[in-house]
């Protein structure tokens, strides 16, 4: 069963700007956007919790990107300005369950903390 789906991704110069989606057929604690490129191992972007809307950036997003939830719609965005070649990659939104605890929502970002995965948006920044 489908629970999360993205979309937004695609072709755009260094210094341009894409808006990527998700709509959630969850419910989560938190959510996050992660990115991998090939031969890289997947990282973490940002996270928004669900209740508070609080949110977490990694350092090589941050003032560039912004995480924002519409939670009438059930759609967890990123924004993604100022964008970069190294921003390149497969962009996963992620949901931890509610279930878990506050924990699973704290700290560094890790994809094994995250129970649902959406199948991926690509986006690529040409120089």
């Known amino acids: 069963q489908v629970q999360l789906v993205e979309s937004g991704g695609g072709s755009v110069q260094a210094g341009g700007s894409l808006r990527l989606s998700c709509v959630r057929f969850v419910y989560p604690r938190c959510m996050g956007w992660f990115r991998q490129a090939p031969g890289n191992e997947r990282e973490g972007v940002a996270r928004?919790?669900?209740?508070?809307?609080?949110?977490y950036y990694a350092d090589s997003v941050k003032g560039r990107f912004t995480i924002s939830q519409d939670n009438a719609k059930n759609t967890l965005y990123l924004q993604m300005n100022s964008l970069k070649p190294e921003d390149s990659g497969t962009y996963f939104c992620?949901?931890?369950?509610?279930?878990?605890?506050?924990?699973?929502?704290?700290?560094?970002?890790?994809?094994?903390?995250?129970?649902?995965w959406g199948q991926g948006t690509q986006v690529t920044v040409s120089s």
């Open positions: 992620a949901a931890v369950g509610i279930s878990r605890g506050s924990t699973y929502c704290s700290g560094d970002l890790s994809s094994r903390q995250y129970d649902f």
């Open positions: 928004i919790a669900s209740g508070t809307g609080s949110t």
